[in-house]
């Protein structure tokens, strides 16, 4: 599946961006939400998201890159959106945070960066519709795939399989035509693509060539 990142998208025309996702059919949007604290960014909040949500019925993919996400799930889930997939540094209490976005009724999730152990998905794993393997450091889009990735997403694989659950894993930096198979092939189920698909008259054209590996 795909979830392109709508932080690469152009923002001065995003009619016409959720257009083509619409008519090409993408499996999921993918919203970076930056506070400044967690991530060296700040991107936007639940007031964009709600006013983006009209413009699609494909479900919103919100990833907080943000401090103390339990303040916000109520806002966000207010605001549209499906899934919401949390940093596990991030939060004092994950299984709490994790049971908030659950008790909406939205599919929740877990995001690991290169550096974090998956040792947190030993109690939470059961819990979980979607880990987010981070392929990169959190916080800009454009960055180069850290390939130590790979070996990360088999090991998740490994262990959803050994628990024979069905929770989806989400990889999410970096992502290229020229890389998207081998993350496929190591047990990804969606890509998150921002700067490989949000290009100047080449939307349409990225996706059809992502969803052909899919």
């Not at 339990?70 to 605001?79: G, H, P, Q, S």
């Not at 976005?101 to 939205?106: F, L, N, P, T, V």
Request: aromatic letters at 6%.
């Amino acid at each position: 599946m795909i979830s392109p990142s709508l932080l690469s998208a152009d923002f001065t025309n995003l009619e016409k961006e959720f257009k083509i996702m619409n008519e090409e059919k993408v499996d999921f949007i993918h919203l970076d939400i930056m506070d400044g604290n967690y991530v060296p960014n700040i991107s936007y909040g639940p007031g964009i998201v709600k006013s983006l949500r009209p413009l699609t019925e494909i479900p919103f993919d919100t990833h907080l890159m943000i401090e103390r996400p339990e303040n916000f799930i109520e806002e966000f889930v207010k605001a549209g959106s499906d899934i919401i997939t949390i940093h596990p540094m991030a939060t004092k209490h994950i299984d709490r945070t994790l049971s908030l976005i659950k008790g909406y009724g939205k599919k929740a999730g877990l995001a690991l960066n290169p550096g974090d152990s998956l040792d947190v998905l030993n109690y939470n794993l059961e819990k979980l519709d979607l880990v987010l393997i981070m392929s990169v450091n959190p916080g800009f889009g454009g960055q180069k795939f850290i390939p130590s990735a790979l070996r990360k997403i088999k090991e998740v694989k490994q262990l959803i399989e050994k628990r024979n659950l069905k929770t989806l894993i989400e990889v999410d930096g970096g992502i290229k035509l020229d890389n998207a198979k081998k993350v496929l092939n190591a047990g990804a189920d969606i890509l998150v693509a921002g700067s490989a698909i949000f290009e100047k008259d080449k939307t349409r054209e990225n996706i059809k060539a992502f969803k052909e590996l899919l």
